[in-house]
């Protein structure tokens, strides 16, 4: 079946970095995705958004559509949103459900983190209230009720996040083989012992 | 290759219909296909969206811009959508040719034709002032200039026009099969003969 891994997070959370990367292993694997990237969507299919809620509202709405639109032709999607408000998380299932799995994934990242990073120094114009309505400066950041998953992009490396997305999508059984046999992170037998010590005590292998 | 076979004509010209049958041959044939109903796109994606000018070179951009997803995820596409201007209809083109084959299919009726069959009561409304930017009433229509097919809804019958653009698709390249083979109307030696003389009149089967 195919399935919708949507990664919410603020801003610089690290959301599509994990899309992109998830998205390779699940695509060397054989399995046929697109990575509906929030850019894009926005520049080609609604540029006449801006940033409200109503129009966040409007956008996930719209992407989810897309989501379903594709799965249901057995396209698997990763995409990332920030999809700060939770009725829009739970929308977004409620119109993916229909035609595919959907797991949402809460890229966790605190504020100050975020806006240490900030590639595009989006969180200091915002401070500085040079941009409005930005998410977790001067708009509301809803963490979800009922994520799928949690990575947590502070305390984790990129690498862990994607190793335990995977383990998650498994044990979801959103994906059937087991990434570890599939999916080659080009680890010494020390470092994969190093990382799985590391994830056990997050408390993420803990069942 | 993936394709898009975009039908457009006036209101109640016979669009969705064709879409239809050509989508139901196509997946018969093995085609991974999908059928973006136009109601179903505004209603999901662009409730806003009204029938100014701006509103549907909008609505068929956009349009283009999903069908362009999904033939670069070899999916292909047949659509109806009435597409009257001709900047539209070119931008359509020039925005899936990146990722797939586009096929312009006018299916062509007059006014008088379409007003008379008119299956939501549309056009009476809009000749009575109820409907404004009624295309082909209150609203103009460009016939396309360099359509890959032509069907005349008047004269022919679907199941001819469905023959027709099987036919077309398949001297355009766009389908490897021979539909005759592939495809069977259920019709008598006698039918068959009939329907090739009458496209043949049409001018249909020249080349």
Known sequence: MSFTIWFMGRPAAGKSTLAKRVEN???EQ???IENLDGDEIRKNLYPD???TREDRATNN?????ICKLLNRNDISVVTGMITPFRDAQQQAREIIESEGEFVLVYVKCSVEEAANRDPKNLYQQAQEGKIEN???VNHPFQEPHNPDIVVDSEAQSVDESVAYVLHRLEELGVLETEYSSEYD????????DEIKGRLD???YLDD
């Not at 992170?185 to 994969?192: G, M, N």
Request: aromatic share 14%; proline share 0%.
């Open 61 to 65: 709405r719209r992407t989810a559509f």
């Open 25 to 27: 292993v699940l695509r």
């Open 134 to 136: 930005f998410t977790g």
């Open 30 to 32: 054989g399995h046929h």
């Open 185 to 192: 992170f080009d680890l010494t037998v020390e470092e994969e």
């Open 201 to 203: 005590d997050l408390g």
């Open 49 to 51: 958004l801006g940033f």
